[in-house]
């Protein structure tokens, strides 16, 4: 018998694991990330080139129809990274925890593992802050690897009042900086950093040792995510100013999902257009 993990060890491109991203980190190339749903997306995206892929809350959104990411559940996340697993060769998969699906240690901990066992996630992402550090620790003792969501934080939408940029003001900032570490401590292993000025995107960036994935964050970041039909400009109706249609001037889903990754690995995205000040 041939274990997957030796044989695949052999491949001109090994998957990603945790230790190549961190690598990629230290080396200063960019982490490409994007969304996927599907197995057919998934294929493209990892095909593509995408070192991450994140089974989003955001499908709640743009493939469920719902104005916010509050209504979606785990069994929703497991279906739709179960789909994604089956499309990925190298890609790194993260399953998002849903709202309300880690307010304790042990709820935390039940749901992680049906993300990875059901779900075929090899991290799992929660939103929150410092606030969080008692789940992630849980979860970190228990070799779950986590992802931590901070800045703009969308389950949070009706808490805060709207989508908005984060950490503008100093406090807010410094908090931020505080949270990163805090999590860092816990025991996360990657930070995701949502809708906050550059400068604040580059302190984040240089406070902590693991990666930190923007999205709105700014170019100084380790990594940049995009929610993948907003990058394919499939989204109806305002998008968020950090956004760019890869579509344009790509001639097919594959050629919008590689210009993407190229733009992520040449830092040609995100340019001042796409960042908050
Ligand atoms: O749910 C999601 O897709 C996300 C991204 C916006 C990073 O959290």
Redesign the pocket.
Known sequence: MVYKQLEQRGMPQPPVTVSTLRAMKSAGEPIACL?AYDASFAFLVDEAGADLV?V????GMVVQGHDT?VPVTVADIIYHSRSVARGLRRAFLVA?MPFMSYTTPVQALDNAVRLMQEGGGMMV?L?GGAGQVRIVEHLAKHDIPVCA?IGLK?QSVHKVGGFRVQGRDGAQARQMLDDARALENAGADIV?L?CVPSEVGKAVRDSVAVPV?G?GAGPHVDGQ???LYDALGVTQGRVPRFVRNFMEGAGSLADGCASYVRAVKDRSYPSPQHCFS
Do not use: A
Request: avoid cysteine; hydrophobic fraction near 40%; proline fraction near 5%.
């Open positions: 969304t994140l989003g809350d955001s499908l990411t998002d992402k939103e969501h969308p995701l949502e994935i999205i995510i995009l929610v």
